[in-house]
C-alpha cells in the first residue's frame, strides 16, 4: 500500500487513484527562457522517480508536463535579445519562440542526462490558446471572472475555499502575493486569466480583443484537456508554486468544473545554498550544466536522492563529493559481483582453482547460502516498504548498501574451488537482478561497473601474457589499471584469482 503526504491535507493518504490502475499525473514545467538550474533537477528527479515507482507498482501512468513558452519572461528576453533600437512586433514574436525552443532543447539535453525518463506528453500553452480562451469564458459567463479594458481577472473572493492548499485565509496571503501593481482590480489578489495586448507582444484574437493567456489559466486548461479528466489524480511541481500558482489552479478550474482539481497535491523542498533558497532572483543558483561539468550525472542524481523530497537540501561541493564516493561504492560492487559472475562463466579452474593439490575442495555452505538469500529478500522488502512510505529515497538508499555490504560478506565466504559453485552462481545473478531492479529500475540510477565483463576478461589475458613474456613493468600497469577500478588480483601456481575485498561497508 502506497501513502503519499498530500499537501491538501497535511497528512498522508493511501494512494487510491480515481480509476485504478490508472493515475492521472501532471507536474508544472519549466517556463523555457534560461537554463535550469539545479532547483529544477531536483523537482524533476524527484518526479521522475514517483513515476518509476508506481509503474513498478502496476500503475499506468499517464504523465504529463507542460512549457510555459508564452510569459513576460520569455518576452523581457526576446526584447532584450533584439537588436534594434525598436523592434518590430514581428521581431519579438519570432525571437519569443526561438528562445523557448532553444530552453526547451537545453532541458531534454539536462534530463537526459540525469536519466529522467520522458513523460507521455509534453504540452505547450501556444498550442491551446482556442482551450485556454473557451475556460475563460466559462469563467466569465459563470462570474467568477471580470473585464478590465481587454484584461479578465478572476474575483478571488467568489471563490469561498481560496487559500485550502496554502492553509492560509486571505488576509493572510494579501502581503505575499505575488501579483501584478494593478489599482483598477477589486482585490490585490485577483489574477489575470487573460492579459490584453501591449503594442511590442505577442497576442491572439479573443472576445475580449487581442491578447495572451495568464500564467495560471495555462496549466488548468494543459492538464485537464491532455489527461481528459476535470480532476487529476497527482499534482505536483516545486513547494514554491504552492501560491498563488496552484493555490490559484484550484480556483480557477474548480469554479469552471464544479469538481476537485486534484486528489493529491505533492510538493518537493527547496534546494538551499547556505541555508538559502537557491533561485535566479536571488543569483545565488547553479545550472545543472555547470554542476555536470565537475560531476557525473548519476552523482548529481544521487545527491538529489540523497534526502527526502520534502526537506530541504543544502547544495555544496562537500555534499557532491559524499554522493561521488556514494557512487563509487556501488560501482565497485557491481564490478566485484560482476568479475565473480564472469569468472565462473569462463572457466572456474582460472579463479578457484585449489591453493594445492593436496588441499581438499569444499562445497559453499548451504546454511550460508539460504540466510544470504533471507538477508536480500529483507533489504529488498524494507526497501519497498519505504518508498511505499512517501517514497522516502534516503531510507531506500540505505538498504541499497545494505544489499551491498551482505553481498560482499557472503562473497569473501566462496571457499576456493567449490564444488557447488553453479548454485553460488544462481545466488548471486538473483541477488544482482534485484540490485540492479531496485537501483535503476526504481530510483534511476545508472550505476555501471567501471570496466565490462569483457574489458575485465581482456585485461585478464593480457597480463598473462605479459607475465609469460617476463614483461613485468606492463603487467605490472595493468594490475594497477584493476586495483584502480577496485579489482584485486592474486596470483597462484595455478593462474590469477580473484579476492573481493571489502574495502567499505
Known amino acids: 500500500m502506497v501513502k503519499i503526504y498530500n499537501t491538501l491535507s497535511r497528512q498522508k493518504e493511501e494512494f487510491v487513484p480515481q480509476n485504478p490502475p490508472d493515475v492521472k499525473m501532471y507536474v508544472c514545467g519549466i517556463t523555457p527562457y534560461d537554463e535550469c538550474h539545479i532547483g529544477h533537477a531536483r523537482c524533476y528527479v524527484v518526479f521522475d522517480v514517483i513515476h518509476r515507482?508506481?509503474?513498478?507498482?502496476?500503475?499506468?501512468?499517464?504523465?504529463?508536463?507542460?512549457?510555459?513558452?508564452?510569459?513576460?519572461?520569455?518576452?523581457?528576453?526576446?526584447?532584450?535579445?533584439?537588436?534594434?533600437?525598436?523592434?518590430?512586433?514581428?521581431?519579438?514574436?519570432?525571437?519569443?519562440?526561438?528562445?523557448?525552443?532553444?530552453?526547451?532543447?537545453?532541458?531534454?539535453?539536462?534530463?537526459?542526462?540525469?536519466?529522467?525518463?520522458?513523460?507521455?506528453?509534453?504540452?505547450?500553452?501556444?498550442?491551446h490558446i482556442d482551450e485556454i480562451i473557451k475556460v475563460v469564458k466559462e469563467l466569465v459567463d459563470r462570474e467568477y471572472a471580470y473585464l478590465l479594458d481587454g484584461d479578465v481577472y478572476f474575483e478571488v473572493e467568489k471563490f469561498k475555499e481560496y487559500g485550502k492548499l496554502s492553509h492560509r485565509n486571505c488576509e493572510e496571503m494579501m502581503p505575499g502575493a505575488r501579483v501584478e501593481v494593478d489599482q483598477r482590480k477589486k482585490s490585490p489578489l485577483d489574477f489575470a486569466l487573460w492579459k490584453s495586448a501591449k503594442e511590442d507582444e505577442p497576442s491572439w484574437d479573443s472576445p475580449w480583443g487581442k491578447g495572451r493567456p495568464g500564467w495560471h489559466i495555462e496549466c488548468s486548461v494543459m492538464s485537464m484537456d491532455h489527461l481528459g479528466s476535470p480532476t487529476l489524480d497527482i499534482h505536483g511541481g516545486g513547494q514554491d508554486l504552492i501560491f498563488p500558482h496552484h493555490e490559484n489552479e484550484i480556483a480557477q478550474s474548480e469554479s469552471c468544473t464544479g469538481k476537485p482539481f486534484a486528489k493529491y497535491w505533492l510538493h518537493n523542498a527547496f534546494v538551499t545554498v547556505n541555508k538559502e533558497k537557491m533561485s535566479k532572483s536571488l543569483g545565488n543558483f547553479f545550472t545543472i550544466r555547470e554542476v555536470l561539468e565537475k560531476y557525473d550525472p548519476m552523482v548529481v542524481r544521487l545527491f538529489l536522492l540523497s534526502a527526502h523530497y520534502r526537506q530541504p537540501m543544502d547544495f555544496?561541493?562537500?555534499?557532491?563529493?559524499?554522493?561521488?564516493?556514494?557512487?563509487?561504492?556501488?560501482?565497485?560492487?557491481q564490478n566485484n559481483i560482476l568479475f565473480l559472475l564472469q569468472s565462473f562463466n569462463v572457466d572456474k579452474r582460472d579463479f578457484f582453482c585449489e591453493e594445492s593439490e593436496g588441499k581438499k575442495r569444499q562445497e559453499m555452505d548451504k546454511n550460508i547460502m539460504n540466510k544470504f538469500s533471507n538477508d536480500i529478500d529483507n533489504f529488498k522488502n524494507k526497501f519497498l516498504e519505504t518508498m511505499?512510505?512517501?517514497?522516502?529515497?534516503?531510507?531506500?538508499?540505505?538498504?541499497?548498501?545494505?544489499?551491498?555490504?551482505?553481498?560482499?560478506?557472503?562473497?569473501?565466504?566462496?571457499?576456493?574451488?567449490?564444488?557447488?559453485?553453479?548454485?553460488?552462481?544462481?545466488?548471486?545473478?538473483?541477488?544482482?537482478k534485484i540490485f540492479n531492479r531496485l537501483s535503476k529500475e526504481i530510483l534511476g540510477l545508472n550505476i555501471k561497473p567501471g570496466l565490462s565483463a569483457a574489458d575485465m576478461g581482456g585485461l585478464i589475458e593480457l597480463r598473462?601474457?605479459?607475465?609469460?613474456?617476463?614483461?613485468?613493468?606492463?603487467?605490472?600497469?595493468?594490475?594497477?589499471?584493476?586495483?584502480?577500478?577496485?579489482?584485486?588480483?592474486?596470483?597462484?601456481?595455478?593462474?590469477?584469482?580473484?579476492?573481493?575485498?571489502?574495502?567499505?561497508?
Request: charged fraction near 35%.
Open 388 to 432: 511505499d512510505d512517501d517514497f522516502n529515497t534516503p531510507k531506500a538508499l540505505g538498504y541499497l548498501h545494505e544489499i551491498v555490504g551482505v553481498t560482499n560478506i557472503f562473497m569473501n565466504k566462496i571457499p576456493v574451488g567449490a564444488l557447488n559453485i553453479d548454485k553460488v552462481s544462481e545466488v548471486l545473478v538473483s541477488t544482482q
Open 53 to 127: 515507482y508506481l509503474e513498478y507498482k502496476k500503475y499506468k501512468v499517464h504523465y504529463v508536463q507542460n512549457f510555459t513558452d508564452i510569459d513576460d519572461k520569455i518576452i523581457n528576453r526576446a526584447k532584450e535579445s533584439t537588436q534594434a533600437d525598436a523592434p518590430s512586433l514581428r521581431d519579438v514574436k519570432e525571437k519569443t519562440k526561438e528562445i523557448a525552443k532553444k530552453y526547451i532543447v537545453d532541458y531534454f539535453a539536462q534530463m537526459d542526462a540525469l536519466n529522467v525518463k520522458k513523460t507521455d506528453e509534453y504540452p505547450r500553452a501556444t498550442e
Open 316 to 333: 555544496s561541493d562537500k555534499e557532491l563529493d559524499a554522493a561521488k564516493e556514494e557512487l563509487e561504492r556501488l560501482n565497485r560492487f
Open 464 to 505: 598473462e601474457k605479459a607475465r609469460k613474456n617476463k614483461d613485468w613493468a606492463a603487467a605490472d600497469k595493468i594490475r594497477k589499471e584493476l586495483q584502480d577500478k577496485g579489482i584485486t588480483i592474486e596470483d597462484t601456481p595455478f593462474g590469477p584469482r580473484l579476492i573481493i575485498k571489502n574495502k567499505i561497508i
